[in-house]
């Protein structure tokens, strides 16, 4: 409107000068007979209104520079303004805390989560499960919440329940943030999560999105394994010495050693795969969903998850020493290349336990979680990924190289 205002007022100008001129034109040809008739056979005059429309076009780019110059000044106090009032972040923080996963103290976690976010001013809710609580529900409400208020769901906790919380947020379509309190957190530490509380909760609220795969056992999500044989029994063990001696790595490979002395029941299985079947015997069927994970125990495997695969491992049935020495060989990350294991690659497959007459549902155990499925079991890549929230400076899940440097790092603490 300021650059409008001005067109209109310079070519009035021009209009006045030069109906001026016309009546100085009069005058003079009244006085002077030899005055000319018409403007343009006077060079005085045309030298005139040169001068006039030079100085309404000075006037013209003078007003429109200043009005750009206010409309400059007028852009920048908004955004200046519009600094000032903007908060960290629009999308609320949905946190469910499992009080019993790690080794701090529930309540000291949940002081830290709720002090590091109100500091950096994000709107957030926290939630706790206490022991008896129903995690799945606790979850799929938090999710639902989130999902209604436009939110980001955050669980905190180990691999089992970061798992439940993945289940819910894979089903609505949130995001999911993660501040591992495990003792391995397989999963976060793949993408880079720190497993420090404090730096976890820092780097969330600077986080980005990363579509990330899941498998599914049926319609259940597991985000770094899931098996059925002779590996859910060890996990039930590994539960029972933890809750005796305490959450740590030493009490785990105890937990597992004294679940191979015993003896265990193998696994006859019909699996159909590419539309193919064929009849196995096994100890246990691991199906793995982590790079870290795999490249931990040795299984070369883990390159198909680069395409869109998922791994599958097999161990066959061996006697106790040999499965013991089997256990060394995971220790060493040298499992892959032992003669009693297979594995495979697959995006999905399905597979039948010959069970007793009338049952219809086997144990499985998925990211450490057990549960008793229907069979036969689908087990195969979730078309749909998980929308992880992942530090800004998060490198790519890692390789090979780097899984196992970490694991011993970590091992070593």
């Given at each position: 409107?300021?650059?409008?205002?001005?067109?209109?007022?310079?070519?009035?100008?021009l209009?006045?000068?030069r109906?001026?001129?016309?009546?100085?034109?009069?005058?003079?040809?009244?006085?002077?007979?030899?005055?000319?008739?018409?403007?343009?056979?006077?060079?005085?005059?045309?030298?005139?209104?040169?001068?006039?429309?030079?100085?309404?076009?000075?006037?013209?780019?003078?007003?429109?520079?200043?009005?750009?110059?206010?409309?400059?000044?007028?852009?920048?106090?908004?955004?200046?303004?519009?600094?000032?009032?903007?908060?960290?972040?629009?999308?609320?923080?949905f946190?469910?805390?499992?009080?019993?996963?790690?080794?701090?103290?529930?309540?000291?976690?949940?002081?830290?989560?709720?002090?590091?976010?109100?500091?950096?001013g994000?709107?957030?809710?926290?939630?706790?499960?206490?022991?008896?609580?129903?995690?799945?529900?606790?979850?799929?409400?938090?999710?639902?919440?989130?999902?209604?208020?436009?939110?980001i769901?955050?669980?905190?906790?180990?691999?089992?329940?970061?798992?439940?919380?993945?289940?819910?947020?894979?089903?609505?379509?949130?995001?999911?943030?993660?501040?591992?309190?495990?003792?391995?957190n397989?999963?976060?530490?793949?993408?880079?999560?720190?497993?420090?509380?404090?730096?976890a909760?820092?780097?969330?609220?600077?986080?980005?999105?990363?579509?990330?795969?899941?498998?599914?056992?049926?319609?259940?999500?597991?985000?770094?394994?899931?098996?059925?044989?002779?590996?859910?029994?060890?996990?039930?063990?590994?539960?029972?010495?933890?809750?005796?001696?305490?959450?740590?790595?030493?009490?785990?490979?105890?937990a597992?050693?004294a679940?191979?002395?015993?003896?265990?029941?193998?696994?006859?299985?019909?699996?159909?795969?590419?539309?193919?079947?064929?009849?196995?015997?096994?100890?246990?069927?691991?199906?793995?969903?982590?790079?870290?994970?795999?490249?931990?125990v040795?299984?070369?495997?883990?390159?198909?998850?680069?395409?869109?695969?998922?791994?599958?491992?097999?161990?066959k049935?061996?006697?106790?020493?040999?499965?013991?020495?089997?256990?060394?060989r995971?220790?060493?990350?040298?499992?892959?290349?032992?003669?009693?294991?297979?594995?495979?690659?697959?995006?999905?497959?399905?597979?039948?336990?010959?069970?007793?007459?009338?049952?219809?549902?086997?144990?499985?155990?998925?990211?450490?979680?057990?549960?008793?499925?229907?069979?036969?079991?689908?087990?195969?890549?979730?078309?749909?990924?998980?929308?992880?929230?992942?530090?800004?400076?998060?490198?790519?899940?890692?390789?090979?190289?780097?899984?196992?440097?970490?694991?011993?790092?970590?091992?070593?603490?």
């Amino acid at each position: 409107m300021g650059r409008e205002r001005t067109l209109r007022g310079g070519v009035g100008g021009l209009l006045i000068r030069r109906s001026a001129l016309l009546s100085t034109r009069s005058h003079a040809a009244a006085l002077a007979p030899g005055f000319p008739n018409s403007l343009s056979q006077s060079g005085d005059i045309d030298v005139s209104l040169s001068v006039c429309a030079s100085n309404v076009v000075s006037s013209i780019t003078t007003s429109v520079t200043a009005s750009q110059n206010n409309l400059g000044r007028r852009c920048n106090t908004v955004r200046a303004r519009m600094r000032v009032v903007q908060p960290p972040s629009a999308d609320p923080l949905f946190v469910v805390l499992n009080v019993r996963s790690g080794h701090r103290d529930g309540q000291q976690t949940k002081a830290l989560i709720s002090r590091l976010l109100s500091e950096s001013g994000r709107q957030h809710e926290l939630v706790t499960v206490e022991p008896d609580a129903d995690l799945g529900a606790i979850a799929r409400r938090a999710a639902q919440q989130t999902l209604a208020n436009e939110g980001i769901l955050v669980v905190a906790g180990g691999d089992g329940t970061v798992n439940a919380v993945a289940q819910a947020a894979h089903d609505t379509g949130c995001r999911l943030g993660v501040l591992p309190q495990g003792t391995f957190n397989y999963f976060g530490r793949t993408h880079g999560i720190p497993t420090d509380t404090e730096e976890a909760t820092r780097a969330l609220l600077g986080a980005h999105v990363r579509p990330v795969q899941v498998g599914l056992v049926n319609d259940r999500v597991f985000l770094v394994n899931a098996s059925l044989g002779l590996y859910p029994v060890l996990l039930e063990d590994r539960e029972q010495f933890k809750s005796r001696f305490g959450r740590n790595r030493f009490v785990a490979a105890a937990a597992a050693f004294a679940t191979l002395l015993r003896e265990h029941r193998g696994l006859r299985l019909a699996i159909e795969l590419a539309g193919q079947v064929r009849d196995v015997r096994a100890s246990t069927l691991f199906v793995g969903n982590n790079r870290l994970q795999l490249d931990q125990v040795g299984i070369e495997q883990r390159h198909g998850m680069e395409s869109g695969q998922i791994a599958a491992v097999m161990l066959k049935p061996v006697s106790t020493w040999a499965m013991l020495g089997l256990l060394l060989r995971g220790a060493l990350g040298t499992l892959g290349e032992a003669e009693h294991i297979e594995s495979f690659q697959f995006r999905h497959m399905k597979v039948t336990p010959w069970l007793p007459y009338g049952t219809r549902r086997v144990k499985v155990a998925a990211d450490g979680e057990i549960m008793w499925l229907r069979t036969p079991l689908e087990l195969r890549v979730s078309p749909r990924p998980l929308l992880l929230m992942v530090p800004t400076e998060a490198p790519a899940p890692l390789s090979a190289t780097e899984g196992r440097a970490r694991v011993t790092s970590a091992s070593a603490t």
